[in-house]
């Protein structure tokens, strides 16, 4: 049996007569009264009675009609929903976070934008470090991600800079610089020389913290590394603990606010904290493709905030 044959047999049964059912299917009528015959021979039922206005059908064609329709209607169904798959509006996006990019408002922002225009995508989420992330991209485990400084930069991989914020000095809520100097204007690096950093680890996100060094040794001191560590979030713990100090993106100061004071560097220090879109560049379809744009469109939007001085 071919699925043409249940197309034949609901075009008969609604028309009542073999000459308009092939008329309706574009066919001549032989051709169509040998299929239902071929299929009543293949069922070993009689589908209709023939009568010499038309036909009508039997118990056991009446049965076979609420078969075929439901058959019919889940190949419409499937062909539908494969339509939407062709067009991206439907399928499993898998998704890669920083810490720090998932702390800023501009994630969330995004991902509730897709789901709200996309809600046949169905989002799965992966926090990693950044070098997890690109890898994860470049083996297709992800279709995309987004992260603060690319630590590799494969090939076939795109990094497009989305958006840039300032980073600000975390401190433990009793240390004199909470309410010293750092309460009155900003850090000076200098200020720090006698600190202990606490570091991400260098193969997790190397390009953030080398630019912090890289400035400490050029204002005439080494930095003093208290911890390494793989996540900004467990960076942020320690410092609440009072294991030393972190720089991190501005957009993370709501953690540990009882024990944790964020402080702003000086006017004029170099370091920034970006936030980066990493995706394959043949990733050109489906649903990540509607994610790169909403990315995009709620990047702008950001920009647009910031610029009026609204706070990103």
């Given at each position: 049996?071919?699925?043409?044959h249940?197309?034949?047999?609901?075009?008969?049964?609604?028309?009542?007569?073999?000459?308009?059912?092939?008329?309706?299917?574009?066919?001549?009528?032989?051709?169509?009264?040998?299929?239902?015959?071929?299929?009543?021979?293949?069922?070993?039922?009689?589908?209709?009675?023939?009568?010499?206005?038309?036909?009508?059908?039997?118990?056991?064609?009446?049965?076979?009609?609420?078969?075929?329709?439901?058959?019919?209607?889940?190949?419409?169904?499937?062909?539908?929903?494969?339509?939407?798959?062709?067009?991206?509006?439907?399928?499993?996006l898998?998704?890669?976070?920083?810490?720090?990019?998932?702390?800023?408002?501009?994630t969330?922002?995004?991902?509730?934008a897709?789901?709200?225009?996309?809600?046949?995508?169905?989002?799965?989420?992966?926090?990693?470090?950044?070098?997890g992330?690109?890898?994860?991209?470049?083996?297709?485990?992800?279709?995309?991600?987004?992260?603060?400084?690319?630590?590799?930069?494969?090939?076939?991989?795109?990094f497009?800079?989305?958006?840039?914020?300032?980073?600000?000095?975390?401190?433990?809520?009793?240390h004199?610089?909470?309410?010293?100097?750092?309460?009155?204007?900003?850090?000076?690096?200098?200020?720090?020389?006698?600190?202990?950093?606490?570091?991400?680890?260098?193969?997790?996100?190397?390009?953030?913290?080398?630019?912090?060094?890289?400035?400490?040794?050029?204002?005439?001191?080494?930095?003093?590394?208290?911890?390494?560590?793989?996540?900004?979030?467990?960076s942020?713990?320690?410092?609440?603990?009072?294991?030393?100090?972190?720089?991190?993106?501005?957009?993370?100061?709501?953690?540990?606010?009882?024990?944790?004071?964020?402080?702003?560097?000086?006017?004029?220090?170099?370091?920034?904290?970006?936030?980066?879109?990493?995706?394959?560049?043949?990733?050109?379809?489906?649903?990540?493709?509607?994610?790169?744009?909403?990315?995009?469109?709620?990047?702008?939007?950001?920009?647009?905030?910031?610029?009026?001085?609204?706070?990103?």
């Open positions: 049996m071919e699925f043409r249940l197309r034949y047999f609901l075009a008969v049964a609604e028309a009542g007569h073999m000459t308009r059912a092939a008329e309706r299917l574009g066919i001549q009528q032989p051709p169509l009264s040998l299929q239902i015959k071929a299929l009543e021979a293949e069922l070993g039922v009689s589908l209709f009675q023939r009568h010499p206005k038309g036909v009508s059908l039997t118990d056991a064609g009446r049965q076979f009609e609420q078969e075929a329709r439901r058959l019919v209607d889940e190949m419409a169904a499937m062909q539908g929903r494969m339509a939407r798959v062709a067009r991206g509006e439907l399928g499993l898998n998704v890669g976070f920083t810490s720090s990019a998932a702390a800023h408002a501009f969330p922002e995004a991902l509730r897709c789901r709200r225009a996309w809600p046949g995508i169905t989002l799965s989420i992966r926090e990693d470090h950044a070098a992330i690109t890898e994860a991209v470049a083996a297709g485990r992800l279709h995309c991600g987004l992260i603060r400084v690319p630590v590799a930069l494969p090939e076939h991989l795109s497009e800079l989305l958006l840039r914020e300032p980073v600000v000095v975390a401190l433990p809520v009793d004199p610089l909470a309410a010293g100097v750092g309460a009155r204007r900003g850090l000076a690096l200098t200020d720090l020389r006698q600190e202990g950093f606490i570091l991400v680890r260098q193969p997790g996100a190397p390009g953030l913290y080398a630019n912090l060094l890289a400035l400490c040794e050029a204002r005439g001191f080494r930095p003093r590394i208290a911890a390494e560590v793989e996540r900004m979030v467990t942020l713990n320690l410092v609440a603990a009072g294991a030393g100090v972190a720089v991190v993106p501005a957009s993370m100061r709501g953690l540990h606010p009882q024990a944790v004071t964020y402080r702003p560097l000086a006017d004029g220090t170099p370091l920034d904290a970006p936030l980066t879109l990493v995706y394959r560049t043949a990733e050109a379809s489906g649903p990540a493709a509607h994610f790169l744009k909403i990315v995009r469109d709620t990047a702008r939007r950001h920009q647009a905030r910031g610029r009026k001085g609204s706070p990103r």
